[in-house]
């Protein structure tokens, strides 16, 4: 993206890199709370990362059967980043896809698109980075079967 | 950075791309507040970026003059971005390092660094991209002269 | 309520003033996000203000036709409160109850329940009370006449 | 007081149960932060509630060294209230006093009253009622001594 020259009416746009829904494997509806404008009127940068964690975090739980209270083992954001293209704003609704771009031994890489409802093109994505450790120490371990089989059927090649 | 290779007792750290202090050229103490800690016990990876368009927006207003309220040309985030290695926890303060690793006509790169007090090394490092856009209409304008002028000031070669 | 002497197991309850959702005249659906779970694993108190605002100024948006951008007269908030008595923690969904409790020429009072998804005995209820104000200046003048026909239609004698 | 009739030019205030700085014990500043404003432009009355169980947190783990992550006994929070006199933005500094204004056996009621910097007046004044748990059982049990110490030495009477 070239962050210096984006253009376009009433909205911030670029062409390239473009991402549709298509592209995403799991979908979240995640509606905007009033609190999530800023002073600008439009959910603030901040609020979209709320929105990754939940659609992930959300996904382990309900396909995965991850634990977030008994857990031995748990993900640890390392790495996020999001490049945002259109305003979001209270009180509209937000699909955020899923999608897992790369699966290692211990972590994983999310890929998340933010869509609001009823727009194919997506108002922000990025990417979200787990690594898997054990809670009481913090070191890196394998990630646990059951969470690896739900993220192996969104990975994409 | 290998995130499936992190290492280290305790915290998560990468010897690579470690940036110290000194690569910043102006601080703000932000304390952590109680609501930060998520349910691991530690400072949710999404208020990082909280820390980040605080320090920002913080130097605009106290170096720039950038009035919040009435400005009629004001920045919009197109793309933000954090790798996190160690651990921040309430009631912790943090000192968010800010310097600008780039000036175009009408934005501007951002890097913070995220230190708990005390230590030498970050908890946390990252970019921040502002388009700056007329309000009204949300089109890309130059970046104003009394903000570019405090932004130049931290700019590093 | 006598907040030294909660009694139950599992869960922090009393027995008196429980409201049951039969009390409210409108619901809005409130997912909760990975970020609303504390360090103790349930959803801040903070929170819950949250969900407060979002189901007092969505029913405005959306049944009152509240223009929250353009409005030259919005409500602020002079005073809210809540009572807690059950656990919320997140992936739940909250089903947030509405009533008007009081309604005066400038200020009206919103009476507020929260459900968890499937629970008929609230996990928390307060109030909270908007004044009507010329933008502005900031001086309170009569609540219009749309929002408050929407406010009357949630009127609890 | 009576949240129908506020006047004043500019804030909203009542003359009726001002409390002066001189009313609190203990003061900790909490700077604003960017995302605390709301689409008004002023500090969104939720987050009044995060300086507040800041304010009382933070002074049990510095001054009655309660322990967050391994402490078997907690504080819940049961009932919460604030009143809000006048806007709070960012960057402002808010001063949080704290008082404890009932100490029971399990139970305790803070009070706390928010000024910004250089203000005599308060911003917002409130109240927080925590019932010590303990962490496993949820069950109510004494407040432990070095906790009721600290909390004793901000007892009004």
Redesign the interface.
Known sequence: ?T??????????HVTADIESRENYRHFL???T???D?????HV????Y??????V???YL??DGGFD??GADV?G?????????RK?LV??QIVDAGLRVGKL????V?YEVGLFAAGDPEPAAAGHF?H?F?E?A????VPIPDPLRACMQRLLVS
Request: charged share 15%; with cysteine.
């Open positions: 993206m962050p210096g020259k984006p253009q376009g009416k009433g909205v911030l509806a995640i509606p709370r009033w609190m404008n800023d002073i600008y009127g603030n940068n901040v609020i990362y709320s929105y990754f964690d939940t992930i975090n959300g739980i309900s977030i209270h748990i640890v954001a390392v790495e996020t980043m999001c490049k945002f305003s209270f009180p290692g031994n211990s972590s890489r980075v690594v450790v809670r120490t913090m070191r890196p």
